[in-house]
């Protein structure tokens, strides 16, 4: 099928274009045609600012349900995550996939086309697999072809409750039972189950060295390596990860994931926000990833981690929405620099360029997407639309058009999402989920319970 998009302007890299032509067949773009001053005959018009789709590189899908009830009084990391238990007490493989398909369908209305989903909700209650081994991840695979958006399944390896030694952890808790297969060797046996498509890719995940031991490790990764898949990890998310790794292994995380495989370029450490100068060194060095999750860090006061030294030393940069606090990239994008300057007082740490390549080629890279992200000839037709004419980004100059959506705009200001050349989300309104609020009202409640 060929198609022919015509964007009021596009970002194409390094620079904004006015008047760009892309061509459409079977799914990914064809021809890039510019300075074409006029929509051609037949073309879908995108008004805006047309740029590659966004990658969400980190998302827990039913942490979504936790919006707004998270905020009531203080707490700490450790009080949210017993709401968070909660939470994924109540799922099923059906109220999951009702959920999933609401929240996917948001992340499609702020402009996303790919979702890394950090996947650990696997069995029911009590540890029990299901009669299908794998019916919350196909639950979030299905969802996410319902909203129209592709998806990473990054099947979590989630084994133990904490370290207890050098070898083993403490076992699951009550709430974790229905995380864990048991053993490494368990989780790579149900897991190779899982196959890709045409909108999912399988990966791998090690929740953290806190839920898998060390011992084990191996194994994930080499899972991974063995299928040339991503594999993603939490990373020095909290200092008492840290503290209690160098208690049981005398060293950082990081030196314990580099010490057992796990580091590479086909890894992302999530998060990565309590870092020594020898954890940065060892993670650029291995050209493993940094997916940061700003909004998040910054809701858990977990703090702000060293994005700016990572990338310097070599780890690329992704972004994520994570506990869905909220579901904004452009969000995400901005947070980092703006986090960087509050932490250095000093201006400038990325171009609106660097956090859109962040936002968009990098993120998908890290997902296993290497074809999205670009909007170039081969690439996937994946490409979304931000209004220029919105109370937020009315007035911008054309050439600064790229500047105005990562420092002004909002997910609110996406009117265009397109996927497998497919349009998504045409004028603000999602093509195959019209409700999308009511969707996610009803399911919602549906987790919450009382």
Known sequence: MQLTYWAEHAWLDTNVEPGVALDVTDGRITAVRKGI???PQGATVLRGLTIPGLANAHSHAFHRALRGIVQVGSGTFWTWREFMY??????????????????YAEMALAGITSVGEFHYVHHAPGGTPYADPNAMGEALIAAAADAGIRITLLDTAYLSSAIRDKHSGEAPNKHQLRFSDGTADAWAERAALLKDSDHARIGAAIHSVRAVPAAQLRTVAEWAAARQAPLHVHLSEQTAENDACLAAHGCTPTRLLADHGVLGPRTTGVHNTHLTDEDIALLG??????????TTERDLADGIGPAAALQRAGSPLS????SHAVIDLLEEARAMELNERLRTRARGHWTAAALLRAATADGHAALGWPDAGRLEPGALADFTTVALDSVRTAGPVPRLAAETAVFAATAADVRDTVVGGRHVVRSGVHALIPDV????AASIAAVRGG
Do not use: K, N
């Open 37 to 39: 001053v006029a929509p």
């Open 86 to 103: 909660q939470v994924a007490s109540r799922l099923t493989p059906e109220t999951y996939f009702e959920l999933a398909r609401a929240v």
């Open 285 to 294: 060095g291995a050209s493993t990833g940094t997916c940061m999750c700003p």
């Open 319 to 322: 972004l994520g929405s994570d």
């Open 437 to 440: 609020a009511g969707s996610l």
